[in-house]
């Protein structure tokens, strides 16, 4: 089916709650990190086989509070990720740093270059 059930204008994509994870501590960034994990073995798989189907994908945008001006210079504070398994993760950038930031973002960081 086509999003906005065809009508004109930006697509609009429901996300049912059972589908939205928020990862703002250790134990979120382990989950969000074997999810992403999963998700690199199955492009690898796909690639391996040839499929013609569906290959494994990741939507990634950040958001963080605007620079205004030239001084200014504001870290990605949230990072929203979607992925072809039907998550979409949530990353509050800011809790994690201030919760556990050798922990907590020690498994994304090891992860998330590798999706990219």
Known sequence: ?????GRKGPARFHVPDAAIRT???AEGASAFAADLHALCEA????AASHQSGPRPMVGIDAEWKPDVSSAS??????LQVATSGGLVWLVDIVSLCAA??????AHVGRTL???L
Not at 1 to 5: D, I, V, W
């Open 43 to 46: 492009a690898d798989a796909w």
């Open 23 to 25: 990862v703002a501590d």
């Open 1 to 5: 089916p086509r999003p906005n059930g």
């Open 73 to 78: 210079n504001n870290p990605p504070a949230l």
């Open 113 to 115: 270059p590798a999706v």
């Open 100 to 105: 556990a930031p050798a922990s907590a973002g």
